[in-house]
């Protein structure tokens, strides 16, 4: 995909910052005030031990001690640069910069720590954490990174990170992360956005950019559910996840969806009738997995104790069917032919080949969570479970034939600079929704829409 989502032509993204920026005047920044301090105390000091929880802290702890290692030199790099940054730096630098933290918010909030595994005390841990999430706040600037293409899915980590870390953050850390998650989705608010769809036409779906986009009304809402714009935001963010894995099909569904039939969301749609998602040209699985992003509310939802909206399930059981079940036969496709899921390997079987590489497994590992947790895939041979656990033993694998525990070696999908990071968070959105269903507090889902009484 190119840098620029199409529902703005890159000379329109001045005039959109500045929409965006009168939009957030006209009801004042947010600040420090208007933000909901997570609820720790709903949680039980420890989850009721379970081995699959037990087995999801392994790749957990070895990701922390590589990004804790590795958070230094990151927060510098931003630290230091981030006023020279364009694009290709800033996907670099200032991305991993908000996922690492988010993750390791996990790992110090949920009583999974592990000094000895990490490799650092906890004050330290801590210390590096906070450190990330400023540098990447002051970089944000109210200049949305200049990279509006995914500053609202960075952002919506980065926020993530900060929410469960608010007591120990500073108020000017605070207010930046407020006023940042304000910016990012007041974006959409503006009277000119569309919501983007790939209509079958071109080799670049905009399934996962509008999950994405979706990721900063989730955490907003969750962070700031008494805004004045907390309404529009659900708004726009139940279109965007209802449309990000739409079918053509779905343009005539009267099926009801936080409180409109699926057809009155939509205006395209972006999935192939038999669950192919196209992307760099190719059906491309890797974007299959990212459902994911819609199914974070239930993470963020939850963690607010919020009802879970509807849209977030919208076509992802499909999906996920459409990955572990249907056969693609070669030809046309290439050999072997078959299932996406190989049985007995946790890589997958690529129909028309990869640009990416074939030994990617986090997200494949984290939407076999949600799979298994939600309760998909009952009549397949192989249950959710099944492949979430082998996913989580070859994450492990890999880990261990590094002494740092970093996922990749050198020559492993080198064209991704923040492959690292990114898969830390993967990875600790598994363990995160595996330790809520075990305190019981994954929130049901419903019309978020509907004011809570």
């Given at each position: ?17 500045l ?94 720590f ?7 005390s ?19 600037n ?35 992360l407020?006023?940042i ?43 700031m559910p008494?805004?004045p ?17 739409a ?5 005539q ?25 196209i ?5 491309h ?59 007995g ?53 890999n880990?261990?034939?590094h ?24 990875i ?26």
């Open positions: 995909m190119g840098n620029l989502s199409p529902a703005f032509p890159a000379f329109q993204w001045p005039l959109v910052f929409a965006a920026a009168v939009i957030t005047a006209a009801d004042g920044w947010a600040g420090e005030a208007d933000v909901v301090p997570m609820r720790w105390e709903r949680f039980a000091s420890s989850a009721p031990p379970s081995d699959d929880l037990q087995l999801a802290a392994r790749p957990l702890l070895n990701a922390a001690r590589y990004n804790l290692e590795w958070a230094p030199s990151g927060a510098e790099k931003v630290e230091q640069g981030w006023r020279e940054f364009e694009k290709v730096d800033l996907h670099n630098f200032i991305r991993p910069a908000c996922s690492a933290p988010a993750a390791l918010a996990v790992v110090l909030k949920t009583s999974v592990d000094e000895e595994a990490v490799g650092v906890r004050e330290e841990a801590l210390a590096r954490t906070l450190r990330l999430i400023r540098a990447a706040a002051h970089s944000h109210r200049d949305s990174w200049r990279f509006p293409w995914q500053s609202a899915f960075w952002a919506a980590d980065l926020a993530q990170a900060g929410w469960m870390l608010w007591d120990d953050l500073d108020p000017e850390a605070r207010r930046l407020a006023e998650v304000e910016f990012e989705a007041n974006r959409f608010l503006e009277p000119d956005y569309r919501v983007p769809y790939w209509n079958g036409e071109g080799g670049d779906t905009k399934a996962e950019e509008n999950a994405w986009n979706a990721m900063i009304h989730q955490i907003a809402c969750a962070m008494g805004h714009n907390a309404p529009r935001w659900k708004e726009v963010g139940s279109e965007l996840m209802v449309s990000a894995y079918l053509e099909e779905d343009l569904n009267a099926t009801i969806v936080d409180g409109k039939p699926v057809k009155d969301w939509l205006h395209g749609y972006n999935v192939r009738a038999d669950g192919a998602v992307n760099h040209r190719i059906l699985p890797d974007y299959m997995t990212c459902v994911k992003f819609n199914l974070q509310a239930h993470i963020l939802q939850s963690l607010a104790g919020q009802t879970v909206p509807e849209a977030a399930d919208f076509r992802a059981e499909f999906i996920w069917g459409t990955l572990a079940a249907k056969k693609w036969p070669s030809p046309p496709y290439n050999p072997p032919g078959g299932t996406i899921y190989v049985p390997r946790a890589e997958v079987y690529y129909p028309q080949g990869t640009d990416r590489f074939v030994g990617r497994v986090a997200g494949y590992y984290v939407i076999g969570t949600w799979a298994h947790l939600l309760g998909w895939g009952k009549d397949l041979p192989d249950r959710p479970e099944t492949w979430m656990r082998l996913r989580a033993l070859t994450i492990v694998k880990q261990e034939r002494e740092n525990r970093r996922l990749y070696a050198d020559d492993e999908l080198t064209s991704f600079v923040p492959r690292e990071q990114n898969d830390f968070k993967r600790a959105d598994a363990y995160l929704a595996l330790w809520l269903h075990a305190h019981q507090a994954l929130c049901p889902t419903g019309n978020w829409r509907v004011p809570a009484q």
